[in-house]
């Protein structure tokens, strides 16, 4: 939550997608889809941060 209490978007998507998939999708693939793609944006930001401290 940030500073007025409003939840974030990552918590609201992920309090959604059961609804989303209960009734559209099969909710196993896309919720492994995401977590690849959190995954991949953490390397992403561990790589930016040691570029900027060694640079």
């Not at 007025?4 to 896309?30: F, H, M, Y």
């Not at 919720?31 to 793609?37: N, S, T």
Request: proline share 2%.
């Amino acid at each position: 939550m940030n500073i007025r209490g409003e939840k974030s978007l990552e918590t609201r998507a992920k309090q959604n997608i059961g609804i989303c998939c209960e009734t559209l999708c099969d909710r196993e693939p896309v919720e492994q889809y995401i977590k690849q793609l959190e995954e991949k944006i953490a390397y992403y930001e561990a790589l930016e941060k040691q570029r900027d401290e060694k640079g």
